[in-house]
Nanobody, 115 residues
Framework: QVHVVESGGGLVQPGGSLRLSCAAS????????VGWYRQAPGKQRELGVR???????NYADSVKGRFTISRDNAKNTVYLQMNSLKPEDTAVYYC?????????WGQGTQVTVSS
């Protein structure tokens, strides 16, 4: 069974940067779809970015130009670089992996943007 784990969350001041990691238990990112979701308190979980066929698509206008994606297949890891962070970015961030008919979720990592 494939396991995915998010890490890199924490407390950061507005305007700061943070890099989140999504690590998999095996080499799957080269053939799988990968998405970053987030869920703020009292809000529905929303899709931020998703990679399909090696191309990242941003589904949230609020993060365009501030969040970027990178992948290291050798380390079985996908990264989310978050810049110019705002208090509205405070949420639990989740990594979602889809491989064929199977779907996997991580436990999430908390990001808090506050002075």
């Amino acid at each position: 069974q494939v396991h995915v784990v998010e890490s890199g969350g924490g407390l950061v001041q507005p305007g700061g940067s943070l890099r989140l990691s999504c690590a998999a238990s095996e080499s799957i990112f080269s053939i799988a779809q990968v998405g970053w979701y987030r869920q703020a308190p009292g809000k529905q979980r929303e899709l931020g970015v998703r990679m399909t066929n090696g191309i990242w698509v941003n589904y949230a206008d609020s993060v365009k130009g501030r969040f970027t994606i990178s992948r290291d297949n050798a380390k079985n890891t996908v990264y989310l670089q978050m810049n110019s962070l705002k208090p509205e970015d405070t949420a639990v961030y989740y990594c979602n992996v889809i491989r064929g008919p199977n779907e996997y979720w991580g436990q999430g990592t908390q990001v808090t943007v506050s002075s």
